[in-house]
């Protein structure tokens, strides 16, 4: 089963190593490289200011270009982000290394995406503390990272599939404090079970709406087709 790969980092896996790697293993990835004198005479003719009113918002160029580091074994496909910002002198200028073949402009794109999966790293921490690994050996540690995925990735199901319009900007620490670690009283008669809980986080209609939601989830049950003779 071919399945595509790929990988996306900042500047600290900047490293030749990796490139060959991730090429062998058929990764396709975009790696940001600091600035340096080569790279920047590769787009000296992009670095005059735009001729004119500055606008209120950035005027972005993109550009691609071959180069080769010393410390590169060959060549490789370098994308540059060049953005004039209102009031500022020079622009803001970035590098990105790849072997994609998308257009520049798409190429960055992917890239930051980086910073969004790094927000629901983040997101992980907080809401299910999923960086207490006290266990004494890896193998105990890599299974107890697996269930906090697990239960970061049941809590973001519940989060994207189950909640009203109203609330789907809940963040995961928000969602359990208010929903899933909520007191209640449980009070036990002889046909049914009634739980009380305090409306001071989630309203009554707002938890039915939230149930029934959840309801809708459930996979429907087996048609029995039967047989005829």
Not at 97 to 111: D, E, G, H, R
Not at 166 to 193: F, P
Request: hydrophobic letters at 40%; one cysteine or more.
């Amino acid at each position: 089963m071919n399945i595509p790969k790929f990988f996306r980092g900042d500047a600290a896996f900047a490293n030749p190593a990796l490139y060959r790697l991730l090429e062998k293993e058929g990764y396709q990835y975009a790696i940001r490289i600091k600035s340096n004198a080569v790279l920047e005479r590769a787009i000296m003719h992009l670095l005059r200011r735009p001729v004119g009113r500055p606008s209120h918002k950035p005027k972005i160029v993109y550009y691609s270009f071959q180069y080769q580091a010393n410390s590169w074994q060959r060549s490789r496909r370098v994308v540059a982000k060049i953005e004039w910002h209102a009031g500022e002198l020079f622009p803001r200028v970035g590098f990105i290394v790849t072997n994609l073949k998308k257009q520049p402009k798409n190429i960055v794109k992917f890239y930051n995406g980086r910073g969004t999966a790094e927000q629901w790293i983040k997101e992980g921490k907080n809401a299910v503390k999923w960086t207490k690994l006290s266990c004494r050996t890896f193998k105990d540690n890599q299974t107890r990272l697996q269930l906090f995925a697990l239960a970061y990735n049941l809590g973001n199901f519940l989060r994207r599939l189950a909640l009203p319009r109203e609330v789907k900007h809940w963040s995961l620490t928000t969602l359990r404090e208010k929903l899933v670690k909520i007191g209640a009283t449980v009070m036990q008669r002889s046909r049914y079970v009634t739980f009380q809980l305090a409306e001071v986080a989630v309203s009554q209609r707002l938890f039915a709406a939230i149930l029934d939601r959840i309801a809708r989830l459930a996979m429907p049950p087996p048609v029995d087709i039967g047989c005829s003779n």
